[in-house]
């Protein structure tokens, strides 16, 4: 028998936290209520006082919290980012999941004891860049880039002693994390500080001729015909005219679901799988977190894991195993 991978569940609110923990998840993520957050979302995330009592209902019921410190921290005013450190510590959380390299220093030097997990938004996927992360600020674990294909994944946990955590569910980002420069180009706003790529700010949704156009920054980024399922803008997922033909160029409006890699991920020395979804609610999490859970453990014990049916709360209601299965660089 194997051991299980860790269910690492998102939480944007202390009722998700809740609803995560009960229905089966090993360890929350989650992030306070300001910059220092990627999912910085109006009417989201954590105050400090709803940290600490996160904090004792997660470890009363044998599990874990892991805040996101994941931005970049502003030249010259990196306060809020040291802040946030010494808070999490404080509320005794089991780690912090950081990108900046003068939070992570600020992490080491003052707050020794605390666990550091390397953010996505650090886009290390290769072993160098880990191995440097490590040796210079001493992470215990990576969260690894959505670029990688299970093979790759293998090799590379075969050149580091470290923890891999990978996105097993939700929404996908093709590109490199924390490196995307398409919406800032756009809207003129650094992706990694308004919490999503296409900042809701700067979206637009019209009825014209017909059909409903989504805009991002004034710029037409999809045009849905009657009837038809209108994703949110977001432009790796835009439809694009190339050659006189409408398509999506980089990447479907679709999620992503690799579930059924879990046994594959295990073999390739995967410790843990994340599940993307913050700005998701209780019933988000109710109905994925026992099939992921039911899966897992299926997986651990050798068994055949059941089906996960869970089309219909993908994005779109349409899935992909995303880069773990495909061969593009």
């Known amino acids: 028998m194997n051991s299980p991978l860790e269910i690492v569940c998102p939480a944007g609110t202390p009722a998700a936290l809740k609803v995560g923990i009960d229905a089966g998840a090993d360890s929350i993520y989650l992030g306070f209520r300001d910059e220092t957050n990627a999912r910085n979302f109006p009417g989201l995330n954590f105050s400090r006082s709803e940290l600490s009592e996160a904090v004792r209902f997660t470890h009363d019921r044998g599990r874990k919290v892991l805040?996101?410190?994941?931005?970049?921290?502003?030249?010259?005013?990196?306060?809020?980012?040291?802040?946030?450190?010494?808070?999490?510590?404080?509320?005794?959380?089991?780690?912090?999941?950081?990108?900046?390299?003068?939070?992570?220093?600020?992490?080491?030097?003052?707050?020794?004891?605390?666990?550091?997990?390397?953010?996505?938004?650090?886009?290390?996927?290769?072993?160098?860049?880990?191995?440097?992360?490590?040796?210079?600020?001493?992470?215990?674990?990576?969260?690894?880039?959505?670029?990688?294909?299970?093979?790759?994944?293998?090799?590379?946990?075969?050149?580091?002693?470290?923890?891999?955590?990978?996105?097993?569910?939700?929404?996908?980002?093709?590109?490199?994390?924390?490196?995307?420069?398409?919406?800032?180009?756009?809207?003129?706003?650094?992706?990694?500080?308004?919490?999503?790529?296409?900042?809701?700010?700067?979206?637009?949704?019209s009825e014209e001729g017909g059909q409903l156009i989504s805009r991002l920054g004034g710029y037409i980024i999809n045009a849905f015909k009657a009837g038809e399922a209108a994703g949110y803008p977001t432009l790796c997922k835009g439809r694009f005219v190339t050659g006189g033909k409408a398509s999506y160029l980089f990447e479907d409006p679709t999620s992503l679901n690799a579930l059924d890699l879990i046994p594959a991920l295990m073999e390739a020395g995967v410790c843990a799988i994340k599940i993307e979804g913050r700005q998701r609610g209780k019933a988000y999490l109710s109905k994925l977190i026992p099939e992921i859970r039911s899966m897992v453990d299926a997986a651990a014990k050798g068994d055949m894991m059941p089906s996960s049916g869970l089309e219909m709360i993908a994005e779109g209601q349409r899935q992909t195993a995303g880069v773990y299965k495909k061969s593009w660089k």
Not at 176 to 205: D, F, M, Q
């Open 67 to 205: 805040v996101a410190i994941n931005t970049y921290a502003t030249a010259g005013n990196m306060i809020a980012w040291f802040r946030a450190v010494d808070d999490a510590a404080a509320c005794g959380v089991d780690a912090i999941i950081v990108a900046d390299i003068g939070v992570l220093e600020y992490a080491v030097k003052h707050q020794p004891q605390l666990r550091r997990h390397l953010s996505v938004q650090a886009s290390a996927s290769t072993a160098q860049a880990i191995k440097f992360y490590q040796q210079e600020f001493g992470i215990s674990r990576v969260v690894l880039p959505r670029v990688l294909t299970v093979g790759e994944i293998t090799e590379l946990n075969q050149e580091i002693n470290i923890e891999t955590e990978v996105f097993i569910f939700g929404g996908l980002c093709p590109m490199a994390e924390g490196r995307c420069s398409l919406s800032s180009y756009i809207t003129g706003i650094s992706p990694n500080k308004e919490g999503v790529c296409s900042p809701a700010s700067h979206v637009r949704y």
